[in-house]
């Protein structure tokens, strides 16, 4: 199955989201990257539209370590996409790339998804055609005062599901 998502991916472009979302995400993730930090936990939620198509987000839950589950928007918001931040660096756990449960769970829940990393990247994952793209790179966001860059190699503008995976297989 992954496999089938993946070639079929491989062809498609994503539909990256207007400015004026990706802005009000990065200001929303701003101080939750900085939580992050000080506390060693991710966080995640939503960003979502109401029906008079106001950009909103939920509150941001804390997750664990490696993971975190967040809150469902209301009934009355339409879901767009879900939010993490992939928590602080750890020169053992690549963290600058989205992971394959990130695509794979967005793809599950009908929604886009953005990713903070502890190196301040921000990702796009348009989980319609299963690609991850950096909208801005390292120092984007606050990044985490221990990040060393190079831990987690050279890392691509632009992720397949199936290039995810082998990044994956070879950690």
Known sequence: MVL???AAAACADPTLPDRSEIDAVIARLEPIQQLTFATG?????????TRDRQLVFTTMQRGGHDGCTPIMPDEDVEMIASMHTH???DPGVPAEFPSVIDLESDRREGVNGYVATPGGRLWYIDSKVMVAVQLCGPGCLPQDPAFRPGDDGEI???????????LEARE
């Not at 691509?156 to 082998?166: H, Q």
């Open 4 to 6: 089938a998502l993946a």
């Open 41 to 49: 936990f991710e966080y995640c939620g939503y960003l979502g539209q």
């Open 87 to 89: 928590g602080t660096y």
């Open 156 to 166: 691509a503008a632009r992720y397949s599901l199936a290039e995810l995976a082998a």
